[in-house]
């Protein structure tokens, strides 16, 4: 048989709940619940019921309501001034009959002091006495007054009345509490609801599964109301968004990320940009995502680039790239914004890298490790060979955790704040914040808006003192991210990047392949060259005897093969190109073999492809007939094109094997004109009449 002990203040289980013991009367015990609940019963019924526990841990620490469990100084600095003053009178009151002086210390006694009654020569207790006489009080009451100012100070003497913490919480059940909280964390990811209405049912239902129906009941809807604002720093009736972003937070305390040199740490990071760029081609309105690389240690931005919708691995691979080149100067930038105005060794630095002489102010720096989330296109081949080939570390943060990427999470709404809400065609950061004419006032183009956004980190952002840079030694001086990039190369120096030709080729994605005598297939499309004729049949250099070919998603026109006789790239042509055919992307071909598969063709047939195409493209003759699909499909492919062949410029460009596309005569046209360019007299040519528009 076991025996227990029990004792006031003791805390046991009983009928599946903690209590405390609050009183023992021979053959009765008296209890209080954590609830609050107060019960009476034998001691026999207790020791002999089988849910009894003794020395169970006590439920956590709560607040007192007289604020004994906060920290006294910082309770006094809260009270009324009228609580503090009489608290110091008391006090003054003590130390006066306790020393004789009203300070405590004769050499800073007022005038007429010490009174005689208070004499230091008299016995403290006659002191004592006659001060409880002036104040009427008892001089045992004096006496604990004095001993609360000894061991307590100032705290000792404020009248706890004036102290009691307001808890709004305290008559409502813990159950009812922990139902609450249970019920706001299982909803976080539901649309928004009414407290009184939905999440009240919610909440009842649980409390019924939990404890049994009509064993708990919620409060009525105002009380129950004030609750759920009390408890929940995140509305159920908030915005999803808003509940998804708190329930992602962490349940521990924030880390930080630390870089000490540039380059150490570089997050990467892309986001719909606020901002609707428009076609004027096509007159179609167009979003817009904006893929930026920061550099932790300096607060730099390092790249960035502006995409239509679906940003591809090859983009974040030729981003990284960016990085480790210096950002030219545009003919209209002031020359303050040079690389040469940084505060750095300029001429020791420019004969390592000669490319800085018309260069930019924005740092160049070859990135060790690069932290991104779990975005498709970063996790692609593309990526890890580009980081593989110039030894950066990879890192990936954890899925829907974007405080593990603070920094660049914060600078996307410095972007907002800064730059895109004063863009024509600012579209707010979700629905809630977005004009009805947001479209009516789009009117850049999407390169109008790259260049804009260049000029914005050259111009001011790099060169914004913020708030997260301090000067070392001196926490209140911020500086600049340029500033901070030069403050860093004193003490990590300057790294080379590195600077490679053929780099755009190298990023390409792979396809291994056969060469046939009428070229190489990919992706349902053959693709030949003059170059390709020697090879075909012949077994590749490689492992699997199979040959590399490159080729860029963004646009299928073209593949991409390295001669191993020389080194050199050579382009590849699609064998059923027609003169007409634009640059093409991937989705736009996937979309033209769903529209051969309607037609109940197979997706091999080349000419069925090559007209599909053709279809899909030469919608141009007729804007008028396009519909938004058509309209966005063609902006996309443009843009696309246009980004690819500015990229494929960046090295040395590639032979093109393939003869020019024979130019077909138009039979409406009539015979050329004999003659020459140079047998014309410019000198006789009549210009033409310039409009006046302010002529009437």
Known sequence: ?????????????????????????????????????????????????????????????????????????????????????????????????????????????????????????????????????????????????????????????????????????????????????????????????????????????RLDADHGPDTVMLPNRDTFRRAVAYLLDTSPSAPAYQRASAANQPDRPFGNVIATRPGEVVMLDTTPLDVLAYDPGTATIIRVELTVALDVATRSVLAWRLTPEGTKAIDIGLLLADVMTPEPMRPAWADALRYQMLRVPYERILTVDERLAEAAARPVICPETLLYDHGKPYKSDVVKRACTRWKIDLQDARKLKPTDKPHVERLFKTIREQFSEHVAGYKGFNVAHRGRTAENQARWTIDELTEFFAEYVIAVYQRKHHRGLSLHGFPDLHVSPNEAYAMALGSAGFVDCPREANVYFELLP????????????????????????????????????????????????????????????????????????????????????????????????????????????????????????????????????????????????????????????????????????????????????????NAI
């Open 1 to 205: 048989m076991n025996s227990h002990r029990l004792a006031v203040t003791d805390w046991i289980e009983f009928e599946e709940e903690r209590h405390q013991v609050a009183g023992l009367n021979g053959a009765t015990v008296r209890l209080r619940s954590e609830s609050g609940r107060i019960q009476t019963l034998m001691l026999t019924v207790l020791l002999t019921d089988t849910s009894f526990r003794a020395a169970v841990e006590p439920p956590p620490r709560t607040l007192e309501s007289d604020g004994s469990g906060l920290d006294p100084a910082g309770v006094l600095e809260g009270l009324d001034d009228t609580v503090k003053d009489a608290a110091l009178k008391l006090e003054a009151h003590l130390l006066e009959a306790m020393t004789g002086y009203r300070s405590g210390d004769p050499l800073s006694a007022t005038a007429g002091e010490p009174r005689p009654q208070y004499d230091p020569a008299l016995p403290q207790v006659a002191r004592v006495q006659a001060k409880a006489e002036e104040l009427g009080v008892s001089e045992r009451w004096l006496w604990k007054l004095w001993k609360r100012r000894t061991e307590q100070g100032l705290w000792g003497l404020v009248d706890k009345r004036k102290t009691r913490i307001r808890n709004p919480l305290k008559n409502l059940d813990a159950r009812v509490i922990q139902a609450i909280r249970d019920q706001a964390a299982a909803e976080r990811a539901d649309s928004s609801a009414t407290i009184g209405n939905r999440f009240y049912r919610r909440t009842q239902n």
């Open 510 to 693: 792979i396809a291994k392949r056969v060469i046939h005598p009428y070229g190489v297939e990919l992706n349902y499309l053959t693709y030949n060259a003059e170059i390709l004729y020697r090879y075909r049949k012949a077994k590749a250099p490689y492992p699997d005897d199979l040959w590399r070919i490159r080729y860029d998603p963004r646009n299928l026109l073209h593949a991409y093969f390295l001669d191993p006789a020389d080194g050199r790239w050579h382009v590849l042509r699609w064998t059923h190109a027609l003169a007409e055919h634009q640059p093409f992307t991937d989705i736009t071909l996937r979309e033209a073999k769903q529209l051969i598969s309607l037609r109940g063709s197979s997706p091999e047939d080349q000419d069925a492809v090559a007209q599909a195409l053709a279809e899909l493209q030469n919608r141009t003759d007729a804007p008028e007939t396009w519909t938004r699909t058509d309209r966005k499909r063609h902006t996309r492919d443009e843009h696309r094109g246009t980004a690819q062949h500015r990229d494929m410029q960046r090295g040395e460009a590639p032979v093109d094997s393939h003869p020019p596309l024979a130019v077909v005569p138009d039979p409406l046209e009539g015979p050329e004109e004999p003659g020459e360019w140079g047998e014309i007299d410019l000198n006789n040519v009549t210009a033409a009449e310039v409009w006046d528009p």
